[in-house]
């Protein structure tokens, strides 16, 4: 089995070929526009086929098949730790990439700002910078991020909030950060979240896919600040 580098997918459809002896086909798409622009389509092709099947791709998001480990990735910080590994045939107890995704919670709506974007039920927007006093400690769920603007958004996300929304402030400090400095272009930084406790990390990302599908659907564009860094 191959590592997760340099694609994440690469020990799951080793073991669908390994399991099953299948073919794989490729298609593809020719695009001239910038990383940003690429990425927020790969998003929508992603969100739209979960609103077609109500799933995701079989090994979209780090899942891999039920009788098989995945490799860890492969870089310098995990072989100087001895943390690199290879994966292969696994019998032990349930991982936590075999679990089943999460269908969407709703259709690609407009008004990225709505409290019910999406299907979700919104908290109310805050102060960016009074996030930690005003979310819950170790909240697990989704932000979304809104600078000046009444319509689009800048950023959205999912993990442990505050923490996570928060950690963006810490980017405008730096220098020639590409996401900081569009933060610090704002007047206006507020937050909103919805909590989600019992989903699972592959299954917070599905969901923060949608939603970018959603914005770039709707807005022709991902969020200003998403795969920024």
Known sequence: MPYRDPHTAAPALWALYHSTGCEFEASFAEFSGDSHARKGLESLA???YRQEFGASPTVQFGRVPKGYRASSQNNSRLIAAGARFRGGLYDGPPL???LAGVP???PLTPSAQSQSWCGHSWSEWVALSDARYRIPS????LYRIRGDCDGALLYIGQGVLPNRPVAHLSKITKVGHAQGEMFAAQRRLEVSWVAAPKRR???????ENDLIAAH???LNCA???????
């Open 138 to 141: 170790n909240t697990v769920g």
């Open 104 to 106: 969407p919670v709703g």
């Open 96 to 98: 936590a990439e075999h």
């Open 216 to 218: 770039v659907l709707h």
């Open 223 to 229: 969020p200003a600040a998403q795969f920024k860094g």
């Open 201 to 207: 990390a592959h299954q917070l990302l599905e969901l």
């Open 46 to 48: 992603i969100g739209l």
